[in-house]
């Protein structure tokens, strides 16, 4: 194998390793609740409060408010798609490495990022896109990290290093 085929299977078993740990953590048991559950939240809001509050809206801040939504709804539809994906090779019904796959990473910064939210939007819309962005974030630092860091040029820990070469010399 050259020296790139051999940097390729060590960011792979670097990256499987890493996948596992998470999937397997109080982190992913946490992150995965909290994902859930506002997905919820922002589900019974939408179709109940925030449904009244929209009524009682001026035609623009309506406008805005139905962008504002929607762009909530994506953002935690990706957060929710990405954490089934990790809850799926923690109950091995997928393999961390088809996890790697480019369909599985959290979107791009299209449903992130800075709003127009101006005084006239409801409260219970402003806290959900607040937390939404917030969870979107630590998700999108939590993919990269495991994703995308190893193709980056980040070594993986040194005593995982040498039990990869120590495996590798061996036929472990």
């Known amino acids: 194998m050259n020296e790139i085929g051999e940097r390729m299977a060590h960011v792979g078993a670097w990256r499987t390793t890493v996948v596992q740990d998470f999937v397997a953590s109080e982190l992913f048991d946490h992150t995965f609740r ?3 559950d506002l997905v919820e939240e922002t589900a019974a809001y939408l179709d109940g409060p925030g449904r009244q509050e929209s009524k ?4 623009s801040s309506a406008l805005e408010y139905a962008a504002e939504s929607m762009r909530l709804t994506t953002r935690l539809m990706q957060v929710a798609s990405w ?3 990790q809850r799926a090779v923690r109950e091995g ?3 961390p490495s088809a996890a790697c796959d480019a369909r599985y ?4 910064e299209a449903v992130s990022g ?3 939210l101006g005084d006239h939007l409801p409260i219970g819309l402003a806290d959900l896109l607040d937390r939404s962005e ?7 630092h939590l993919d990269r990290r495991m994703y995308l860091d ?3 040029g980040i070594q993986p820990h040194a005593v995982l290093s040498q039990q990869m070469k120590l495996q590798a010399a061996f036929g472990l």
Request: charged share 40%; aromatic share 4%.
């Open 34 to 36: 909290e994902g859930m």
């Open 56 to 59: 009682r809206l001026d035609r």
């Open 83 to 85: 954490l089934l994906v």
């Open 93 to 95: 019904e997928m393999e």
């Open 105 to 108: 990473r959290l979107g791009a």
């Open 114 to 116: 800075a709003r127009g």
């Open 134 to 140: 917030r969870l979107y974030d630590r998700v999108m």
């Open 150 to 152: 190893g193709e980056a």
